[in-house]
């Protein structure tokens, strides 16, 4: 079975529609693990675009529409800066993209953390104009209401601990939590928090890896490590660094590929061409018909 798709311009879907895969749901993701057991982890990445998301389906049992991408494709210094908007166009792109894998689109600073009232509105619009099933905030011990309040009203919640990169200006940096000992208690406190308040999942992030086995062995829901342990019950990375699009990557990146240096390449040929007009040549050009 093909694993990539055609992108039809006139209907924007993808073609032909891939017959054995449907779409997995919330439900059978959260029920992978199993009396504290997940036999196959979960496999997620980032994907911002339909392109991207066609690529990535097939392999994958969730994609993340991270807030990652004002940094990934804005260029943006932080994720402080994203809009609901930006966030609601991607997802719905990668919606488009995409059959199989369930789509999990990233709360951007600003629109939920006020009350659970606030955050429906924005969970709401989210999925309304993307069509994704369910959406991802940062914080645990404080967004448990929150969590529970969305939940309760149809709208499936990832939560995402640890480091939590919105929240940059007050803890100072990216740097791994979790060294200390409350900072290590605070932790599996906001992963039970959100454990108890449905969310379907936990992303766990730059944390010192006894704490995220421990987290894991602590909350009945599967966690999603990212620079935290093999042992949790799934793993995502951002595709672009693992993709090698970045010169620098976080260490607990690992580079399966290192394509910046393909599309320099290709750039570097297409200008030598193009100045010595060898581009385009017959093949690429069209000549009235005899
Ligand atoms: O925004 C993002 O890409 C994320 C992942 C790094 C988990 O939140």
């Known amino acids: 079975m093909s694993t990539t798709f055609q992108l039809d311009t006139s209907t924007s879907r993808a073609h032909p529609t891939p017959q054995p895969m449907r779409r997995l749901t919330v439900p059978k993701i959260r029920s992978r693990k199993v009396d504290g057991v997940t036999a196959e982890p979960l496999v997620m990445l980032t994907a911002y675009t339909a392109r991207q998301a066609q690529l990535l389906d097939a392999h994958c049992d969730l994609l993340l529409v991270g807030d990652s991408l004002g940094q990934v494709i ?3 210094p932080s994720t402080i800066p994203v809009t609901l908007d930006m966030m609601a166009n991607h997802a719905a792109a990668v919606v488009r993209g995409s059959y199989h894998a369930v789509v999990v689109v990233d709360m951007p600073f600003g629109s939920y953390e006020a009350s659970p009232q606030h955050a429906f509105e924005s969970a709401a619009y989210l999925l309304k104009q993307s069509g994704a099933a369910a959406v991802k905030l940062e914080g645990g011990e404080a967004m448990a209401e929150t969590v529970e309040f969305l939940i309760q009203r149809g709208i499936p919640v990832m939560g995402h601990i640890g480091l939590t990169p919105q929240a940059v200006n007050v803890l100072g940096g990216y740097a791994a939590r979790g060294r200390s000992d409350a900072e290590a208690a605070k932790i599996t406190r906001d992963a039970k928090a959100l454990d108890e308040a449905g969310a ?3 992303v766990v992030e730059g944390v010192v890896e006894p704490i995220a086995i421990d987290v894991t062995r602590s909350v009945a829901c599967p966690t999603i ?3 935290a342990s093999a042992q949790c019950d799934g793993q995502v990375l951002v595709t672009e660094d693992m993709l090698g699009m970045f010169e620098r990557v976080p260490r607990f ?3 399966y590929e290192e394509i910046a240096g393909f599309i320099e390449k290709a750039a570097a040929t297409y200008a030598k061409e193009v100045r010595s007009r060898q581009f ?3 093949d690429q050009t069209y000549q009235p018909k005899d």
């Open 74 to 76: 804005y260029g943006l």
């Open 200 to 202: 379907f999942a936990i």
């Open 225 to 227: 490590g990212i620079g």
């Open 253 to 255: 990146v690992k580079r």
């Open 280 to 282: 385009p040549s017959e």
